[in-house]
């Protein structure tokens, strides 16, 4: 249900993303197309104004009927029937375009019937330090005598500067598409090699159980024989064999336990906890199975916590125990809590060998372990300080870890004020 429930919210955001682009782009479109609308009126008039003043200055009647024409989006034809002087002309053009605001490149030439051809070419363009074109080449108009030709080569340019805003919208957008499109495929990638690697850890996992199962079964049943328990050195080896049975076994049920919380809820029982019993009742716990340990606790015995107990307890075994996987000889461990006006903080100090800066920040990250030379001695799969973070998220609490000054590291649990 939840998977269905994610695909059509990821189907709904592509369809909604891409209906929004085909939009913005419609909409570019047409504000394109009515600026190219108001480009050509604009030319238009100008052009009719040019030929006024040009039949004003030859003293002969201006007549608008048939004066204009328009070949392309950026080619235009005026039918005088009338003298034309360039120098005129050009200063026409210039004059009427800038009142029109028609800033951009143009190039005209006129119509000379002697010779049959498109005379007094020029190009002008609005930066003064442009270099002139030479070769300026005009169509000949069929049935025309005296008339001129204005072509805007950069018509197309000029008209998208005046649509920035509307091309950036459209570019921002493709690239919010983009962006989605990436960011779904990565998120399908992940939560492929998700499932592919907790298929891979259950089936594993339940194929170690059934051998093991009956391996304990065996060793059980041998250590209770009469001759295996009169033999001293046999009784000791079925004691081994007996004990890491039991050890690989939970450590098979550790790793299921994590498999089957990254596939359900896991859900969470709070209660009214004293920090102080909770960090004490461990605190011996740990302390019967390390008689070299040393654990000072400095816990306010009046903070309380609304938690988890299994769980909670289970955080604090965990660290106390990955504190003296990575420590020497005679481990030493301080607990110590600090209150301040946001909430409280619950510090785990070792004495240990501390972690590598470029390896601190992936320590909670699932089966990460340390690359070094204590790694083929020290027991373990990358999953206790994993599911600790886990856990402490799901109470919505904050860890972090930092290499102490001297020697160790610091993981620090900060539990805000409810």
Known sequence: MKINRLNSIILLGLVATIGILIAQLVWTYKAFTLEEKKFSQKVHIALLEVAREIYENNEHEFSEKD??????????????????????LEHYLKKEFTKYNIITDFEYAIYDCENDEMMYGKY????EDAEPKKEIEFEKQIDLVYYFAVRFPQEKSYLLSSLTFWLILS???????????????????QKKYSELQRDFINNMTHEFKTPLSSILLASNSLSNQKAIQENEK??????IITQQGKKLNHHIERILNVARNDEFAMEL??????????????????????????????VDTTIHLWADEFHFTNVVHNLLDNSIKYSDDNPEIQIRSTRSKNGIQLDFK?????????????????????SDKRMDTVEGFGLGLYYVKKIIQKHKWKISAKNNPEKGIKISIFIPNK
């Open 269 to 298: 029982n709070p209660v009214n906890l004293n920090l102080s019993e909770i960090i004490n009742q461990t605190k011996k716990s740990v302390e019967a199975k390390y008689p070299n340990l040393k654990i000072q606790v400095d």
């Open 234 to 239: 046999l009784n000791t080896y079925a004691e």
């Open 124 to 127: 002008i363009s609005v930066q």
């Open 67 to 88: 004066l204009i024409q328009k070949v392309s989006n950026d080619y235009y034809v005026v039918n005088l029937n009338d003298h034309i002087d360039p120098a005129l």
């Open 350 to 370: 070792d004495s240990g060998i501390g972690i590598p800066e470029k390896n601190l920040s992936f320590i909670f990250d699932k089966f990460y372990r340390v």
């Open 171 to 189: 570019g921002v957008l493709m690239g919010i598409l983009v962006i989605y499109v990436y960011s779904i495929y990565t998120l399908i990638q």
